[in-house]
C-alpha cells in the first residue's frame, strides 16, 4: 500500500478555514491502530474537535465560525474493512464538507505521531488558538491564517514530538497574510488547568518563532 492509516488526532486544513483542524473519531470504537482509534470513510459529520477550522471564509464577505458538516471522504484504502462497513483513512484522504466544495479538507499529519502542542504534549494536553492582529488592515482577503506549527527543542534547530525532561522547547509557526512585526498570540491550556499565553512576532516568511519556553514551571501544580 505504501500509505499510512489515519488515526484519532489528525491534523488537517480546510481550504476555506483559518486554523488546523483536529480529527476526533467517535463511528468506531474497536478498530485502534497505535493505541488510538482508527479514522474510517464514516467519521462524518462535525468530525473536527472544537472549534474545528475556527473561521469558515467559503463566503469571504461573510464569515462565520466554523462547524464542520463532513459528508464523504475520498481516497480512502479499499483494500480492508472496517466493522465491515467501512474503509480506513489514510495522508492521502480528503473530505467533503456541506458547506464547502468538494475535497476541501485535507489531512497535513495521519496523527499516528502525537501533534506536538496541538493534541498532546507529554502530561500537558493542548490546543491553540492564534489571535493574529495584521496592521492597517481590515479587508477579508487578509485574514490571517494559521498555516502550521512546530514544536522544537530549546535552541529551535530540531522538531520535536515529547516533551524533553527539562521542560524547555520552542515554537515555530507558519503564517499566511501577516506583515513583518504583526504579533501572534498562542493561548495554550494544560491539563492542570493553567493557562499560558505566549507571544511572538512575523518574520518577513510568515514564521514567528518563540525561542527558550520553559512549559515545566506551567505544568507542574503549586505544591505538586
Request: net charge negative; proline share 6%; with cysteine.
Given at each position: 500500500?505504501?500509505?499510512?492509516?489515519?488515526?484519532?488526532?489528525?491534523?488537517?486544513?480546510?481550504?476555506?478555514?483559518?486554523?488546523?483542524?483536529?480529527?476526533?473519531?467517535?463511528?468506531?470504537?474497536?478498530?485502534y491502530l497505535n493505541g488510538?482509534?482508527?479514522?474510517?470513510?464514516?467519521?462524518?459529520?462535525?468530525?473536527?474537535?472544537?472549534?474545528?477550522?475556527?473561521?469558515?471564509?467559503?463566503?469571504?464577505?461573510s464569515p462565520k465560525p466554523?462547524?464542520?458538516?463532513?459528508?464523504?471522504?475520498?481516497?480512502?484504502?479499499?483494500?480492508?474493512?472496517?466493522?465491515?462497513?467501512?474503509?480506513?483513512?489514510?495522508?492521502?484522504?480528503?473530505?467533503?464538507?456541506?458547506?464547502?466544495?468538494?475535497?476541501?479538507?485535507?489531512?497535513?499529519?495521519?496523527?499516528?505521531?502525537?501533534?506536538?502542542?496541538?493534541?498532546?504534549?507529554?502530561?500537558?494536553?493542548?490546543?491553540?488558538?492564534?489571535?493574529?492582529?495584521?496592521?492597517?488592515?481590515?479587508?477579508?482577503?487578509?485574514?490571517?491564517?494559521?498555516?502550521?506549527?512546530?514544536?522544537?527543542?530549546?535552541?529551535?534547530?530540531?522538531?520535536?514530538?515529547?516533551?524533553?525532561?527539562?521542560?524547555?522547547?520552542?515554537?515555530?509557526?507558519?503564517?499566511?497574510?501577516?506583515?513583518?512585526g504583526d504579533s501572534v498570540?498562542?493561548?495554550?491550556?494544560?491539563?492542570?488547568?493553567?493557562?499560558?499565553?505566549?507571544?511572538?512576532?512575523?518574520?518577513?516568511?510568515?514564521?514567528?518563532?518563540?525561542?527558550?519556553?520553559?512549559?515545566?514551571?506551567?505544568?507542574?501544580?503549586?505544591?505538586?
Amino acid at each position: 500500500m505504501g500509505k499510512e492509516y489515519a488515526v484519532q488526532g489528525a491534523l488537517a486544513i480546510c481550504q476555506f478555514g483559518a486554523s488546523p483542524g483536529i480529527l476526533k473519531v467517535s463511528d468506531n470504537t474497536g478498530v485502534y491502530l497505535n493505541g488510538k482509534r482508527a479514522a474510517t470513510t464514516h467519521s462524518l459529520g462535525d468530525t473536527f474537535q472544537p472549534p474545528g477550522f475556527g473561521v469558515c471564509h467559503i463566503n469571504p464577505s461573510s464569515p462565520k465560525p466554523c462547524t464542520p458538516s463532513i459528508v464523504a471522504w475520498t481516497d480512502f484504502y479499499e483494500g480492508m474493512s472496517i466493522n465491515n462497513d467501512s474503509f480506513p483513512l489514510t495522508e492521502t484522504s480528503k473530505a467533503t464538507c456541506a458547506m464547502g466544495c468538494p475535497n476541501c479538507i485535507s489531512l497535513q499529519t495521519t496523527g499516528q505521531i502525537a501533534i506536538p502542542g496541538i493534541v498532546q504534549f507529554k502530561q500537558a494536553a493542548m490546543e491553540h488558538q492564534t489571535d493574529l492582529n495584521p496592521m492597517g488592515t481590515n479587508e477579508e482577503s487578509k485574514t490571517p491564517i494559521l498555516i502550521q506549527v512546530q514544536w522544537k527543542d530549546a535552541e529551535g534547530k530540531e522538531v520535536i514530538d515529547e516533551l524533553p525532561a527539562d521542560g524547555i522547547v520552542s515554537i515555530y509557526a507558519e503564517t499566511k497574510n501577516t506583515e513583518i512585526g504583526d504579533s501572534v498570540d498562542f493561548t495554550i491550556n494544560l491539563e492542570n488547568g493553567n493557562e499560558v499565553t505566549l507571544t511572538g512576532t512575523a518574520g518577513n516568511d510568515g514564521w514567528v518563532e518563540i525561542k527558550d519556553i520553559n512549559l515545566n514551571r506551567y505544568i507542574i501544580d503549586e505544591g505538586g
